[in-house]
T-cell receptor, first 114, second 114 residues
Framework: AQSVSQHNHHVILSEAASLELGCNYS??????LFWYVQYPGQHLQLLLK??????LVKGIKGFEAEFIKSKFSFNLRKPSVQWSDTAEYFC????????????FGKGNQVVVIP | EAGVAQSPRYKIIEKRQSVAFWCNPI?????LYWYQQILGQGPKLLIQ????????DSQLPKDRFSAERLKGVDSTLKIQPAKLEDSAVYLC????????????FGPGTRLTVT
């Protein structure tokens, strides 16, 4: 079964700092990769996704993620965070040829201090 | 476009009681998902429907959990009887047919079992 690992569950940083959240998955085949975000009091929503092509994916609100196949990783980055980026971030993986089930990591709780 | 609707938003019950959650997906979305999100973890798929048929219920504890989507639109998830470890947020999501990577999540129902 595919699994998704996210480390550093709680991240606290100041505005304008850079953010990088790690995501590793254990699945040898072709996968689709996602980052979801949940702002306080809001629904889980898609931040960005990777299916194929350019391994550097740009999403909403200045976020980007890089797929490194050899490392089974899909790390999320933002060069300069804002207070409004305070949220929980989830990495997710699904296999397009399997049962298409989305497997989520445990999430990263990010707090940005003004 | 209206999003995924869920009710109730919060529910507190005692162990061994029964509870039901309701979900109305985005209009036209054939695929509906129920997830369980325990505090500190990512969402875990419980059951996936394609129209009114079950596609994947391999992670549904069938001795106490049941779900239906009789007319292929809205859905209910039931727990009977509830256990303390069922305390979680229950998320409903929907996606267009064949596009499981494009899931839209509802606000969730926070269940507390005492």
């Amino acid at each position: 079964a595919q699994s998704v690992s996210q480390h550093n569950h709680h991240v606290i940083l100041s505005e304008a700092a850079s953010l990088e959240l790690g995501c590793n998955y254990s699945y040898g085949g072709t996968v689709n990769l996602f980052w979801y975000v949940q702002y306080p009091g809001q629904h889980l929503q898609l931040l960005l996704k990777y299916f194929s092509g350019d391994p550097l994916v740009k999403g909403i609100k200045g976020f980007e993620a890089e797929f490194i196949k050899s490392k089974f990783s899909f790390n999320l980055r933002k060069p300069s965070v804002q207070w409004s980026d305070t949220a929980e971030y989830f990495c997710a993986v699904n296999a397009p040829w399997g049962n298409n089930r989305l497997a989520f990591g445990k999430g990263n709780q990010v707090v940005v201090i003004p | 476009e209206a999003g995924v609707a869920q009710s109730p938003r919060y529910k507190i019950i005692e162990k061994r009681q029964s509870v039901a959650f309701w979900c109305n997906p985005i209009s036209g979305h054939a695929t509906l998902y129920w997830y369980q999100q325990i505090l500190g973890q990512g969402p875990k798929l419980l059951i996936q429907f394609q129209n009114n048929g079950v596609v994947d219920d391999s992670q549904l504890p069938k001795d106490r959990f049941s779900a239906e989507r009789l007319k292929g639109v809205d859905s209910t998830l039931k727990i009977q009887p509830a256990k303390l470890e069922d305390s979680a947020v229950y998320l409903c999501a929907s996606s267009p047919s064949g596009r499981s990577y494009e899931q839209y999540f509802g606000p969730g129902t926070r269940l507390t079992v005492t």
